[in-house]
């Protein structure tokens, strides 16, 4: 193996490592009752042009992308977003579970 790939392959592992083992050590430590959502890249928004070939696509994906289109279209530009990982209950909790809970605690 050569001196370059055996850099390269370390500098893989590393990284792999530094990404994996927080979420790791927080998925171990979730509080009861709720999972970890990891962290990670997504495109948000959407940009003014229609920059997907809509002809290839069914004529439900057509529509579903046109009204997402319409109902998103004051959230542009589209852009890459990089997010943490967070808690996020298993279960819902309603309006009136919340009421109960804010006036037992007194917690706002």
């Known amino acids: ?3 370059f790939k055996k850099v390269k392959t370390m ?13 790791l050590v927080i998925a ?3 509080p009861e009752d709720m999972v ?8 948000m928004g959407v940009d003014k042009e229609v920059n997907v070939n809509t002809e290839k696509m069914s004529k439900i ?3 579903k992308y046109a009204v997402s ?4 279209h004051d959230e ?9 990982g967070f808690y996020l209950d298993k279960y819902e ?3 009136q579970h919340y009421g109960e809970f804010i006036k037992a605690t007194g917690h706002p």
Do not use: Y
């Open 36 to 43: 970890i959502i990891p962290g990670g890249a997504f495109l």
């Open 11 to 23: 500098f893989s592992l590393f990284i792999v490592c530094a990404l994996v083992s927080p979420v």
């Open 93 to 95: 909790v309603s309006n």
């Open 76 to 84: 542009g530009p589209a852009h890459n977003v990089i997010t943490d």
């Open 61 to 63: 994906k057509q529509l």
């Open 1 to 3: 193996m050569s001196k």
């Open 28 to 30: 171990d430590s979730a």
């Open 69 to 72: 289109r319409e109902a998103f």
